[in-house]
């Protein structure tokens, strides 16, 4: 993720995409906008984005559709829901369709920049933890940790460690970003 977290939003309401992409460039974020699904396919083609703000009463495909079609695809993108369909069933649906987070409108435009930070913050430790199991290494700085050989490489020489010092390690790189008790 880019220091500045770039969101894509899908609304067919064009003031509202107006009020959302000025709102949420204030708070820090690059914002584009689609008024339709097949604006937003063509955007995902060319451009990555960190999260999707979906509505689900759209005009062709749903909001709902479009969000399980992507998650169907694989697309680990989060996604918010933001639609003025509340209820709760909506809001549950709309959840095992895929979405990560819900939220009704009318809405208060904090809550929204407080909600995508949150998911943000979610996806990012979540890659962080996957880059520590998936490929079995490490990076950070000029190090290298491979946790499957137990060894630690510096610029690509071999530092010796402790079997102390090698479980520390792995404790840390395991739980990145996080204070850590003894």
Same mark, same amino acid.
């Given at each position: 993720?880019?220091?500045?977290?770039?969101?894509?939003?899908?609304?067919?309401?064009?003031?509202?995409?107006?009020?959302?992409?000025?709102?949420?460039?204030?708070? /820090?974020?690059?914002?584009?906008?689609? *008024?339709? *699904?097949?604006?937003?396919?063509?955007?995902?083609?060319?451009?990555?984005?960190?999260?999707?703000?979906?509505?689900?009463?759209?005009?062709?495909?749903? /909001?709902?559709?479009?969000?399980?079609?992507?998650?169907?695809? %694989?697309?680990?993108?989060?996604?918010?829901?933001?639609?003025? @369909?509340?209820?709760?069933?909506?809001?549950?649906?709309?959840?095992?369709?895929?979405?990560?987070?819900?939220?009704?409108?009318?809405?208060?435009? @904090?809550?929204?920049?407080?909600?995508?930070? *949150?998911?943000?913050?979610?996806?990012?430790?979540?890659?962080?933890?996957?880059?520590?199991?998936?490929?079995?290494?490490?990076?950070?700085?000029?190090?290298?940790?491979?946790?499957?050989?137990?060894?630690?490489?510096?610029? %690509?020489?071999?530092?010796?460690?402790?079997?102390?010092?090698?479980?520390?390690?792995?404790?840390?790189?395991?739980?990145? /970003?996080?204070?850590?008790? @003894?």
């Amino acid at each position: 993720m880019s220091d500045v977290p770039r969101l894509l939003v899908l609304d067919d309401e064009a003031e509202l995409r107006a009020l959302l992409q000025r709102y949420l460039t204030q708070q /820090g974020f690059e914002v584009r906008t689609v *008024a339709d *699904a097949v604006q937003l396919d063509r955007l995902l083609a060319r451009e990555t984005f960190d999260a999707l703000v979906l509505d689900l009463m759209l005009p062709g495909e749903s /909001g709902l559709a479009v969000c399980q079609r992507l998650r169907a695809k %694989g697309e680990t993108l989060p996604i918010l829901m933001l639609t003025a @369909r509340g209820e709760a069933v909506d809001r549950i649906v709309g959840l095992e369709m895929g979405a990560d987070d819900y939220l009704p409108k009318p809405f208060e435009p @904090r809550e929204l920049s407080t909600r995508l930070r *949150a998911l943000l913050r979610r996806q990012s430790l979540a890659q962080q933890r996957a880059s520590v199991t998936g490929a079995g290494t490490v990076c950070f700085g000029p190090y290298e940790l491979d946790l499957q050989q137990c060894q630690l490489t510096r610029s %690509g020489v071999r530092q010796d460690l402790t079997s102390g010092e090698l479980a520390l390690l792995r404790v840390l790189v395991s739980h990145p /970003g996080r204070t850590l008790g @003894r």
